[in-house]
């Protein structure tokens, strides 16, 4: 039975590492503002681990119209004793770290018996980091959807890491996930990225050649301009405090950033907002003016309250869900070119951008000291994503790609079928 729009409705599984609530990461955000919709117009069964304590959301999942295949599962969370151990234990294995910490071969079976049981017209893959779920199995038509170029991060971390022993580590975890990566090309009909930028670098550095790229969306409906909330002097930064990427980006910012703007500015304060802050992330709140929220049950409040958003990112990659977030609450931003890249955001315009820590306070401090400016930036931002961005027409832009494949695919007569790759171990069947 067709959708309102005329499109033919389609079975598809959706494999994903967790359940999207609470809606506590960009990718979950990311997933979670596409299949709000996708599950309206097609029956999506979505397979994924289920860890502890995540039970109580399973009804706001299946709220979504989703039919959920939960298998419990664990994963040590960054920077506990059991990462660390998995991490040591990772050296004697060909795979990147990332990728043998989400896998579990229960999950693998669960998806074998569904595509053994159930006639599905496409499966969709979220992210390179659960490919070895569905290698070797017999798939129908397939998409990886790539949030980032997952071996760019670890190189440009391997730039910036200090220490020989952890830049040694960076590098060899970098040189196995592009190996990887560039492998997991080849076991799909075609990728989706979150960026034009995203696409062009799977061509050039992995010769990908069936890639698409869709825009990034945010939820416009849940975020919303409350001028009045706005709190003078306080400067914001949100993003999940167990990315990497994020607790660099907040060292750096308290190191070299903000005593520059305390120094003109001491009544200002800064938050941290984002889940699990490890130790040394939480040692920030002792610096004068740093509090470090961790968890917080909805970050609507802390945005609304923010004179000025930073994202004072130095590695990254894919897309920046965050800064739509805080421009459709028309929150002027600062931003590093890494922090916006892949956004067709305009410096000057939509955010103000700086890369070295003199330019980043300087940047700060014109918001705070600046009202007009803040507003003029935040209007423009807000007007922007909400003219483009928001989720049901990039849920839509998704929705065509995968009707697309389906077409090519039953074209040319058969799905795309690889030769098995060593990221298998030897003692697993290729099929469960």
């Not at 190191?255 to 305390?262: F, I, L, Y």
Request: hydrophobic share 40%; aromatic share 8%.
């Amino acid at each position: 039975m067709p959708d309102t729009s005329g499109q033919p409705r389609l079975k598809i599984l959706f494999l994903h590492k967790q359940i999207l609530f609470p809606r506590d990461t960009g990718g979950k955000i990311r997933v979670l503002n596409l299949l709000k919709h996708l599950a309206r117009w097609h029956d999506v069964t979505y397979v994924c681990n289920l860890r502890r304590g995540e039970e109580a959301f399973l009804p706001e999942m299946e709220a979504l119209g989703m039919k959920v295949e939960a298998v419990p599962g664990e994963v040590s969370p960054h920077g506990s004793a059991g990462f660390y151990l998995g991490a040591l234990a990772n050296l004697a294995s060909s795979r990147p770290y990332a990728v043998d910490r989400n896998y579990d071969p229960a999950l693998r079976r669960r998806i074998a018996d569904l595509l053994r049981r159930e006639a599905f017209d496409l499966v969709i893959c979220d992210t390179v980091q659960m490919v070895r779920h569905l290698a070797g199995l017999e798939l129908p038509p397939s998409i990886l959807f790539q949030h980032n170029v997952e071996a760019q991060i670890l190189e440009r971390h391997a730039e910036v890491t200090s220490g020989a022993l952890m830049r040694a580590y960076m590098r060899n975890q970098y040189r196995r996930m592009a190996a990887f990566e560039a492998a997991c090309g080849n076991h799909f009909d075609h990728v989706i990225a979150v960026s034009r930028q995203d696409a062009r670098i799977f061509a050039e550095r992995y010769g990908w050649r069936d890639v698409d790229a869709i825009d990034t969306a945010v939820d416009t409906e849940l975020f919303e301009p409350r001028p009045g909330d706005e709190v003078e002097g306080r400067v914001m930064f949100l993003g999940s405090m167990d990315w990497l990427p994020n607790q660099d980006g907040m060292r750096w910012f308290c190191e070299e950033v903000w005593p520059r703007v305390r120094e003109r500015r001491p009544d200002a304060t800064f938050q941290i907002v984002g889940r699990n802050p490890p130790p040394s992330v939480r040692a920030l709140a002792e610096r004068p003016g740093i509090e470090v929220t961790g968890s917080v049950p909805d970050v609507r409040p802390y945005l609304a309250a923010a004179s000025v958003v930073v994202v004072p990112l130095l590695v990254g990659g894919g897309t920046r869900l965050k800064i739509y977030e805080a421009m459709a609450m028309a929150r002027a931003t600062v931003s590093t070119t890494i922090g916006a890249e892949g956004l067709p955001v305009e410096p000057g315009t939509h955010y103000l951008q700086a890369d070295d820590p003199e330019a980043f306070a300087a940047d700060v401090l014109r918001l705070l000291d600046d009202a007009d400016l803040r507003r003029r930036i935040g209007d423009a931002a807000d007007a922007f994503v909400r003219a483009h961005y928001g989720s049901e027409p990039i849920a839509r832009q998704f929705e065509a790609i995968c009707l697309d494949v389906l077409a090519r695919v039953r074209e040319r007569g058969s799905v795309r079928r690889a030769t098995p790759h060593p990221f298998l171990s030897s003692s697993e069947p290729l099929k469960s």
